[in-house]
Every structure is written in C-alpha cells, then in structure tokens.
C-alpha cells in the first residue's frame, strides 16, 4: 500500500462535504491536493507506465465496444424476427440513449480498463497489488480523460448559458449556479443512506448468499408469490381517487428518474450471454424461481434475465482502484431532478431540439404527419428502424392489420402504455395550444421565445399539480402540513437531486394502485362499444391502439372516469404486472414485484429498518411488532417466514406492505420518503414557479388558477368532465360543462409593444426582475474538478 494513512483520512473527510457545504471543499481540497502533490513522485516511481495503460484501455475499449455491438445487432435480429421477448422488451426500452449512453460507455471503458490492468499486474508481479496504486497521477488523469470520464464531471460555464434566469437548460446544468451539475441529468442518483452492496462496493445484495442480520435474504419471485399475488376478481376499487392518479403517479415519475440498463446483454469478463446462463455475473442478475412456481418453470437452468442498472463513472470498482479509497457503485439518472416536464421536452438537448417543429417561427412541437385523432395531434413517430410497437398483428392475430411505429416523446417510456400514452398526448398538445396562443398577443416574439414561454408556463403546471393537486392524495394531510407547506423560499445549498431509493423504493408504490384494464369510454362515461376497455397487459406497446382505435379520448375519459385500484394488503399486484407483464405472445412473461426486488438489491438499498430509522420511525425487531407497524398479524407472519427479521424486508415491499397515512395512499414510511424528496425538489430549484422574479405576482395569481381538468377541456373532444380529475365523481364532484371551468388568461404574458420596432428585443421579458447571477470562480471549479475526478466521485 502506497497510499498512507493521513492521505486516506483526508480523502474521507473529504467525501462528505463535498455535495453539501460548498465552503468545505476548498479546505479540503487544499488538503488533498497537498497531499496528492507530495506522493506524485512515489506514485511514479513505481509507475506501470503510460504505454501498460494505454494497451489495456485499447483492449477494455474493444471490449465494451464489440459487446455494445453484438448486443445491439442481436437486439435488432430479434425485433425484426418479431422475437422480442418480455425481458427484451424491458431492456430495449431501458437502453441508455445519446448522452445516456455516452456516461454508460465511458464508465464502462473505465471500469474495464481497470480490471484488465488489475489482471495484468497480477500476473506479472504474482501478487496482489492495487494497479491504481502503481498509476501517476498524469495515467490517471489522461485515463479519465480518454475514457470519457473527465467529462461527465467537467463544470460547464454557466456564464455563457443565454437565460439562465428566465428558462431552465435542457440538462437542467446551471440551475445551481454553484455547483452547475446538481441536479442535472446523468449524473448519479443521490445516496440518504449508504449503500449496502454484498462485497461493500458493487456487488448486489444476495448475490454471493451471504447473511444479513443472521439470514439469508430469501428469493424475490418467492416473496412476490407469497405476497403480492391477486387476481383480477380480487381487485378493490379506490373509493375516492380516480385511476388518472394512478396514471399521473406514472406520468410524474417519468418527469423524474430514468435509470439505464447496460446496453451490453452480455459478460465483459466472461462474454457468457446473459440470456443463456443463470449465472450471476455483471451485467446479468438473473431472477432465480423458486420450487413449485405456480407459473414459471423451475430447476437450476430456469431464471428470468435481468440487466444490472449501469455505473456511473468512476465509482464501484473503478473508484475502488482510483484512490485505493473504498466507494460504492452508484447508478445513472438520465433526468433532471426537477419538475420540469422533462417527459415532455426531453432532459438533453439534442432530444430536446429533435421534439420541436423548427420548419416555422412559431415555437411548436412537432406532430404527427401522417395520422391525427378527430383533428387533433397526435405525437410524432419514432424513426428508430427496431420497431418495439409492431404488436398489433401479434395481439389481433390478423397477420395483415397496419402496424405503426412507437410514438417519441421527451421520455422513452412514452410507449409503455396507451393510459400514459394519452398524457403524454395531452400535454404535448397543451404546449402548441400554449404557443399559438402567446403567439396572438405576442406577435414579435421569435420561435425561441414562444418555444421558451410555454415550455415554463408547463413547468408551473406541473409543480403546481404535484403539490396542489397529486401530492396531499399520497402522503396525506399531516406529513402534507410538517414537510410540503408553505413554499419557504429557494436554498441554493439544498440538493434537489433524486435519490436512490427514492427512484428504485419509494415512488414504485403506484404499481399496486394499477387496474387490470384500461377503461375507454364514450363521451356519456359509458364503456365505449365500439372500442371497449383494454386488459393492461394488451395495452403495453401498443400505440396503434390511439391511432386507430379512437384516440385519446376515451382513455383520458378512463381514467378520470372510473377508480384507481386500492391497495390492500390483500390484494397487492395485479397479474398483468405480475404475471403478463411485456407478454406479447408465448414467451415467459416478467414479474414487475420481482423486477422491483431485484432493482433495490441491484442498487445495493438497505433494508426495511434502516429506512424506517431515517425517517425517525420504529423498527420492529420480531413479528409482533411488525404485526403491530403493519396492523396484521398474519402479514407479518408470511413475512418472517420469508425474511427471518423484519430488518431484511426489501424496502420497496415493506413500504408497500404498510397500512395507510390518513388521507393518504402510503405508508408512514414512503410518506417520509416521497415527502422528502419533494421538499428538496422544490427547495434546491432556483427556477422555482413560486421563486420571485421566476414569474410575475399577475402571471402567478393566473397560473394558479389551471386545473388539470382545464388542460383536458382545451385539447381533446371531451365536453364534460369532474372538476377534480383526481376525485371520484360524487355529489360534490359532479362532471361538469368545460364551459363553466376556468381557463387560464394569458393577459398578464402580454408584453407592451414597441412604439419604434428598432427596440426592443433586450427588454422583452420586462416583467421579469433578473437577479444578479452569482458565479464560481474558474479556479475553484479546477481544483473541485480534480478532487472529484480522483476520488472518483461524480458531483451529482
Ligand atoms: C488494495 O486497496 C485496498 C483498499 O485500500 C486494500 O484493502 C488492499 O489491501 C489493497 N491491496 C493491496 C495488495 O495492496
Ligand atoms: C446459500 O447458502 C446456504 C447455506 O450455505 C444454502 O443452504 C443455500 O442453498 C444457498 N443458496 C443459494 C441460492 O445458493
Ligand atoms: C372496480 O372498478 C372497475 C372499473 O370501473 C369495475 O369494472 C369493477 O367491476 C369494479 N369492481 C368492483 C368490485 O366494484
Ligand atoms: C390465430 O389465427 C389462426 C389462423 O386464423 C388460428 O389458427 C389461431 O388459432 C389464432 N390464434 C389465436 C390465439 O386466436
Ligand atoms: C387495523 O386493522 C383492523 C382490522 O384488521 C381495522 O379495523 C383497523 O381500522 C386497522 N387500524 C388501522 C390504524 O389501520
Ligand atoms: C355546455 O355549455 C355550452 C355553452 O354554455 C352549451 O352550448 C353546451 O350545450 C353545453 N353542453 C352540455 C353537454 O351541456
Ligand atoms: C384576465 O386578466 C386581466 C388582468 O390581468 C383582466 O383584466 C381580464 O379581465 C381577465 N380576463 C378574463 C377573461 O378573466
Ligand atoms: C422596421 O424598421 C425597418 C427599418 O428600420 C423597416 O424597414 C420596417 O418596415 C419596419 N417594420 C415595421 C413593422 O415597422
Ligand atoms: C430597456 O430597459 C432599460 C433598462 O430597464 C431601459 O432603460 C430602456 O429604456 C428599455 N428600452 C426600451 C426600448 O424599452
């Protein structure tokens, strides 16, 4: 060991402040650079040398390259051959994309340069050694460099982003003007609570069967057969809250968090093919099935594959070599942590520009060319040549029925099902209504201008339905009042960015609010006849079900039409997630309560008592204890027989297992989590709808007013709807005229006119107050950089 003591202590101390107190870093910093600057020369005394690094980057990079290859040509024989299983049908739309990929490629070049160097060394010296031990500082920063890494952590200069303080940048890089990537997507997830990985660096939990608490963690399919399973006929109905909450939990979540598989479908260490083994080894995390699967076939050769969640670069392993400093394996957001309709617009620029209309300068999405619902847009169409939505003539078994491409939209996920589908239509339509509209009262407004403009007033719509309207249905008044009250104003130290069991945990409850069908219905709320409703697993992929079975009308009708499914603790998961998720035809469908099990033990999320203790809640340590958190004695029961202790309950399933908060459709614990979150989402956001300057006292007072019912009103054919879409309709919910529900009055965006027209573009946005941006100093964001890059930390 070259590194010593003291240097490690300092890189420890370090690691924390790094992401909370600005004011921290520079002090340290000061001291690891010191640091780092004295043991240079013992670093390359002993160096492998630059010629060792290069050759092993060279075969990590042929590597990673010919398995993305293979994977991808594999991926597209069996699109083509109409092969796609269910798992395929899962990872392909998982598949990181354009700058997506770019992060994964580049951590993946890392890690394997890493480990084929690791090998080396090995070999030569015939025993163990640290290969990043043995690398000078300039290898490693030249390999960060050529791998790519370097990069995901350069500080942009916000000084040159146009607008910073009227609109949010695709990425959502500069709304933190001091630590420009907070936030931003691809980056990593945030940690509340250390990682618990089998290894203590990447390895899932369970992989190596290993105990926790004194007990092995038992199979997740096994505690989704003894727990979740319902059938159909047992579904209860929500009394009071409409499916669209459902649907908008969905719709929010894809606003939020993204997390990418590994494009690769096979080992990089082995090249076993992840769909042929049962192994577990990187990406693949098979899902065992236990004796006597009432579904699936079981025995040492039988699993459901599945893909580990990507790295970001330079943590697990690879951080692990780059300062000899232990770090855990941290997973890729490729969204923007805020409330920002990303699903809409796109979280990347590219993606961004691609959505809009720029053949004319009025600031529009694009639509569909060749097809439109009752005259209105539909989105437009994918021109990615595998075609994942072909499912229409496999589901109607009418070899000659028109297929359609998938639908784009700004999140991938837009296809997943025709409900979202739907939302996604809805809100796309809104912002060209939106556009036209500015455009009347503002006819000198540019493209950009209009674009800009109604992309922000749906910003403001969506912060203010979470909050307004979403959220005090799920966590409930009480934790409502403590954690999501009044706006108490923007904190540039608050980290928005989302956190990892937030994603993988906590905002997963709404899979057992899902229905089994999706209602369509006429326009007096009746089944539609000539397109009844849908069973949910003949729903996924299916967007020629909009193009010519209707269109959105009688889905968005569905959905606020008629009740979200309760959960109870009876009546968990629904079969068409359980046991027909992705199922098209004969292939072995998925299990999303397994798929959800396995994700937490993937990203290395401790158990149901760790989380209960950071949310200041009981932890129950035997069964009638846990009979009592979760007011049932039974459960409990079921529950130690799988777990042993009520600490190893995966945290997604304690959470969903908990009865509710009053007033709310979670428990205690995932009210604290989902609460949370969104504390810091509002607080950490500088572009805050609330936050002066951001918008005007009038065009608030207006924004305040829109009702998700208004946005329905204003972009489909539907006539009548309940005032609160996300109630029942009831006595005091009765549906409505849209003519008696407010619209949203444009008048305070309308901009004086010039008198001369030689002026007046610098003062367009008059209303606006800018505050004084405040930047970093250049230097700083050096030395951070540095900091970040060797302890091989993403400032996330
Ligand atoms: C490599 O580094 C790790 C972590 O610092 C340490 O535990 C291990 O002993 C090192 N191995 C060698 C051979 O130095
Ligand atoms: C894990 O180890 C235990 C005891 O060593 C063994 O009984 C069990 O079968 C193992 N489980 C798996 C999945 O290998
Ligand atoms: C629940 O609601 C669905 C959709 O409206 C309906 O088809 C079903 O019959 C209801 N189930 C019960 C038990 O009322
Ligand atoms: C599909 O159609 C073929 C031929 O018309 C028929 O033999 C087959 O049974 C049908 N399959 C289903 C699932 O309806
Ligand atoms: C606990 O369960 C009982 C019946 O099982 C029910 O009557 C009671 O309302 C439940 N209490 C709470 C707080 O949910
Ligand atoms: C809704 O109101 C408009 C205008 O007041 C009226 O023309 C229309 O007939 C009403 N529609 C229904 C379904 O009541
Ligand atoms: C819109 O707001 C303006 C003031 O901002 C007001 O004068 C006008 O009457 C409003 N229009 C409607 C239709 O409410
Ligand atoms: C604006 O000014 C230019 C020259 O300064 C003139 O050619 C043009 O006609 C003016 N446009 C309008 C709308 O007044
Ligand atoms: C633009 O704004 C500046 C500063 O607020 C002001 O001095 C100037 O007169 C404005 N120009 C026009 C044409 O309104």
Not at 104 to 121: E, F, G
Request: proline share 6%; net charge positive; with cysteine.
């Amino acid at each position: 060991m070259i590194l010593s003591f003291p240097v490690l202590l300092a890189l420890g101390l370090c690691l924390v402040p790094v992401q909370s107190k600005p004011a921290g870093i520079l002090f340290c910093t000061d001291i690891f650079l010191k640091h780092f600057y004295f043991l240079n020369p013992i670093l390359s005394y002993d160096s492998l040398g630059s010629s060792l690094v290069q050759e092993c980057f060279e075969e990590a990079k042929k590597l990673v390259d010919d398995a993305y290859k293979y994977s991808r040509e594999e991926s597209l024989r069996r699109v083509r051959r109409q092969m796609v299983r269910p798992h395929d049908a899962l990872r392909l739309m998982k598949q990181p994309r354009a700058d997506t990929r770019t992060a994964v490629r580049s951590a993946d070049y890392m890690a394997q340069t890493l480990r084929l160097l690791h090998d080396r060394v090995h070999r030569v010296h015939k025993r163990s050694l640290n290969a990043t031990d043995l690398l000078s500082a300039e290898d490693l920063m030249s390999l960060a460099e050529i791998t790519g890494c370097l990069g995901r952590v350069r500080l942009p200069n916000c000084r040159t982003t146009p607008n910073l303080n009227r609109y949010r940048t695709a990425t959502s890089v500069c709304n933190n003007l001091n630590n420009p990537r907070l936030g931003a997507s691809n980056t990593a997830f945030t940690r509340w609570l250390p990682a618990q990985y089998d290894d203590g660096i990447s390895q899932p939990k369970g992989f190596l069967n290993r105990t926790f608490n004194g007990f092995f963690l038992p199979l997740v399919r096994q505690v989704s057969n003894n727990i979740l399973a319902t059938t159909d006929a047992g579904v209860v109905n929500d009394t009071e809250f409409t499916h669209l909450v459902t649907l908008f939990g969905q719709w929010n979540d894809h606003d939020l968090t993204f997390t990418p598989f590994s494009p690769s479908i096979k080992s990089f260490a082995n090249g076993i093919n992840c769909d042929e083994s049962c192994e577990n080894t990187e990406p693949c995390i098979p899902i065992a099935i236990p004796p006597n699967d009432p579904r699936l076939p079981t025995g040492p050769e039988s699993c459901i594959p599945a893909f580990r969640s990507a790295p970001a670069c330079g943590t697990g392993y690879s951080a692990y070599n780059f300062g000899g400093d232990p770090n855990n394996r941290e997973q890729i957001n490729a969204l923007t942590s805020f409330l920002d309709l990303g699903q809409v617009y796109g979280s990347e620029e590219k993606l961004a520009l691609d959505l809009r209309d720029l053949t004319n300068d009025r600031g529009l999405l694009r639509a569909n060319t060749e097809f439109r619902d009752n005259g209105r847009d539909l989105l437009p169409f994918s021109s990615m040549e595998t075609n994942m939505c072909a499912t229409r003539q496999r589901v109607t078994n009418d070899t000659n029925a028109r297929e359609v491409p998938c639908f784009i939209a700004g999140d991938v996920r837009v296809d997943e099902n025709i409900a979202l589908t739907s939302i996604h239509t809805l809100f796309f339509r809104e912002h060209n209504r939106l556009a036209r509209a500015l455009k009347r009262i503002n006819p000198q407004w540019d493209s950009e201008t209009l674009y800009q403009e109604a992309r922000k007033i749906q910003g403001a719509y969506t912060q203010m339905f979470v909050f307004r309207d979403y959220l005090p249905h799920i966590v409930g008044d009480d934790v409502m009042r403590k954690q999501l009250g009044r706006y108490p104003g923007y904190n540039p130290s608050v980290d928005p960015s989302v956190s990892n069991v937030f994603a993988t945990a906590a905002y997963r409850f709404a899979h057992l609010a899902i229905q089994p069908k999706l209602a369509r219905l006429d326009e007096n709320y009746r089944e539609n006849r000539q397109f009844p409703s849908v069973p949910l697993f003949k729903a996924f992929f299916a967007p020629w079900r909009v193009v010519f079975e209707g269109g959105i009308d009688p889905l968005i009708r569905g959905l606020v039409g008629r009740p979200a499914k309760l959960n109870t603790q009876d009546h968990m998961m629904v079969d068409a997630l359980r046991e027909r998720l992705f199922e098209f035809v004969q292939h072995l469908a998925l299990d999303l309560g397994s798929l959800n099990m396995i994700r937490g033990r993937d990203h290395g999320l401790p158990g149901y008592n760790d989380w209960r203790r950071f949310c200041g809640l009981s932890q129950p340590s035997n069964q009638a204890e846990l009979a009592q958190v979760l007011n049932n004695t039974d459960l409990a029961r079921r529950l130690l027989e799988l777990y042993g202790t009520p600490a190893n309950i995966d945290v997604w399933l304690g959470g969903v297992a908990e009865p509710f908060v009053r007033g709310g459709r979670v428990g205690p614990l995932f009210a604290c989590l989902i609460a949370t979150q969104f504390q810091r989402i509002r607080q950490g956001d500088r572009l805050w709808w609330e936050n002066p300057g951001v918008f005007t006292p009038q065009q608030r007072a207006a924004l305040s007013k829109v009702t998700i019912s208004r946005i329905i009103c204003d972009n489909t054919g539907i006539r009548a709807v309940p005032r609160d879409a996300f109630n029942i309709a009831s006595r005091g919910n009765r549906l409505t005229n849209c003519s008696n529900i407010r619209s949203l009055n444009l008048s305070a965006w309308r901009e004086p006119r010039p008198c001369s027209n030689n002026s007046d573009t610098e003062n367009r946005s008059r209303w606006i107050q800018e505050p004084k941006p405040r930047f970093v100093d250049p230097v700083w964001c050096q030395v951070t950089l540095i900091y970040a890059v060797f302890l091989g930390k993403i400032i996330s």
